[in-house]
């Protein structure tokens, strides 16, 4: 009898090594495949981040071409390339340039002059060329945009086609009345790496930013 219950207890004990061993097993396995999963959405997550992030830095790259001037004297907001000069050139000076009221935007192969209207008693204003002397009606004319606006303005041209120089200037005055918009190219093909239809084209992109703001 008593060997009888011991065998049965040995056995029972044996039952229940057993279950506490898959138990166990089942256990770690479970966690293993838990921290996997946590892993793997861990490195899904990094990934996502690390992705979202290059976005972000390529928009920025691409953003950065070009830089938003606000005027809070005239009131107005153009865009221009990182690449180019801003300056004020108001006499007397501007005590900001936000508050300039004769900017000018430049390279070596373009410049635009954005200044206050002149008004009819001093047509000439202090910011912009007077042409005095100059038949402006017979000079050539340039089409573009500004302020969502398609604008003809009469200009001024020379050049030296053997030489590979030109210069132009041209001016409007958009509708709204604040400001008066002169623009111009000096370009010599020979020895730089811009056309002067390359200067003229970003001139105008520069000019089609330009709108009114408060």
């Known amino acids: 009898m008593n060997k009888k219950i011991i065998f049965l207890v040995a056995v029972v004990c044996a039952f229940v090594l057993v279950g506490a061993g898959v138990a166990i097993e089942r256990y770690w396995s479970g966690k293993n495949k838990s921290e996997k999963a946590s892993s793997t959405q861990t490195a899904t997550a990094t990934v996502t981040k690390t992705q979202s992030a290059a976005a972000k830095a390529s928009a920025t790259a691409t953003s950065t071409g070009l830089k938003t001037y606000k005027n809070y004297t005239i009131k107005y907001l153009i865009e221009y390339p990182a690449e180019a000069t801003v300056e004020d050139m108001s006499d007397p000076k501007a005590d900001a340039i936000e508050n300039s009221t004769c900017l000018k935007i430049s390279t070596d192969n373009y410049y635009i002059l954005i200044g206050k209207k002149p008004s009819e008693s001093d047509e000439a204003g202090l910011c912009f060329r007077t042409g005095v002397g100059a038949d402006w009606s017979n000079g050539p004319t340039d089409t573009l945009a500004a302020a969502g606006m398609e604008y003809t303005a009469n200009g001024m041209h020379t050049e030296a086609a053997s030489a590979g120089y030109y210069q132009d200037f041209f001016s409007i005055s958009p509708v709204n009345g604040r400001v008066k918009i002169e623009y111009g190219t000096s370009v010599n093909e020979k020895y730089t ?13 520069i000019i089609a930013s330009y709108s009114p703001a408060e």
């Open 193 to 205: 790496s811009a056309t002067k239809d390359q200067a003229k084209s970003q001139v105008h992109k």
